[in-house]
Nanobody, 126 residues
Framework: QVQLVESGGGLVQAGGSLRLSCAASGRTFSSYAMGWFRQAPGKERVFVATVDWNYGNTAHADSVKGRFSISRDKATNTVYLQMHSLKPEDTAVYYC???????????????????WGQGTQVTVSV
């Protein structure tokens, strides 16, 4: 099994910054990606960003490009989501997820992810 534990959410004013963390533990895989998704009230869970664990390739949703940045620390098995210039529309529960892959890849489809964290709330006030 894999455990994913998110932290770093909270309340921030528009224009502010937050950094989310997700610590992974448990079973290991030779090839995988870790990503962030978010779900606003009454809406579907959508892709935010992902990183290929071995090579560090990243992908970001168009809605967050230039404001959010995903990174990973292989020594601590932690993935981060640095968020700048936050907007009220970024308000959501943010989920960390892990996708077992067969090569270097940056999957954006929710259905490709095998393990999920419990989520952390991010609220951006006007």
């Amino acid at each position: 099994q894999v455990q994913l534990v998110e932290s770093g959410g909270g309340l921030v004013q528009a224009g502010g910054s937050l950094r989310l963390s997700c610590a992974a533990s448990g079973r290991t895989f030779s090839s995988y990606a870790m990503g962030w998704f978010r779900q606003a009230p009454g809406k579907e869970r959508v892709f935010v960003a992902t990183v290929d664990w071995n090579y560090g390739n990243t992908a970001h949703a168009d809605s967050v490009k230039g404001r959010f940045s995903i990174s990973r620390d292989k020594a601590t098995n932690t993935v981060y989501l640095q968020m700048h210039s936050l907007k009220p529309e970024d308000t959501a529960v943010y989920y960390c997820a892990l996708a077992v892959t067969t090569g270097w890849t940056t999957p954006a489809r929710r259905g490709l992810y095998d393990y999920w964290g419990q989520g952390t709330q991010v609220t951006v006030s006007v």
